[in-house]
């Protein structure tokens, strides 16, 4: 039918609000990963998927953004379970699987099997009310 309304998977009341990125598809780094208005502190995060093919998440803490790979630095499995990285308390950011807790803002762990260890950066940037990743210098 010609006269159908487009499909969309944007289902964000804002007009022109980026919707989130298929998980399983790499993101286009000229748009955006989501909208700002997404990401609460302690929140869940925006999770898709790198140019390079790795799974990554973009969280709010203490009203910044934070960028990780979507890995434990422990057993090498994905962060998040049922679409969330924090534990129950909000506080940390903890792997499902063995329990590793990590600090929001820095990446380190601070408890469970890799103590000491730290996520991987993924540079993220807010701007223009959306979340970006972040272009490579030079």
């Known amino acids: 039918n010609t006269n159908a309304p487009p499909s969309t998977t944007n289902d964000m009341t804002t ?25 609460t502190d302690g929140g ?22 934070h960028g990780w790979i979507n ?12 679409g969330d990285v924090f534990e129950s308390g ?20 601070v408890g469970g099997p890799c103590r000491g260890a730290r996520l991987d950066a993924v540079d993220v940037v807010e701007k223009d009310g959306a979340i970006w990743l972040q272009a490579p210098a030079g």
Not at 18 to 24: D, E, F, G, T, V
Not at 45 to 62: C, D
Not at 91 to 108: K, N, R, S, V
Request: proline share 15%; glycine share 8%.
């Open 44 to 65: 869940k995060p925006i999770l898709f998927t790198l140019p390079n093919g790795q799974s990554a998440m973009v969280i709010r803490w203490q009203g910044q953004v």
């Open 71 to 82: 890995e434990c630095q422990h057993a090498s499995v994905p962060m998040d379970f049922d």
């Open 90 to 109: 909000r506080q940390y950011l903890m792997c499902p699987y063995h329990g590793a807790i990590y600090q929001p803002g820095t990446g380190l762990c």
């Open 15 to 39: 007009p022109n609000a980026p919707a989130n990125p298929p998980l399983n598809t790499p993101v286009d780094p000229t748009q955006p990963l989501g909208h700002s208005s997404q990401l």
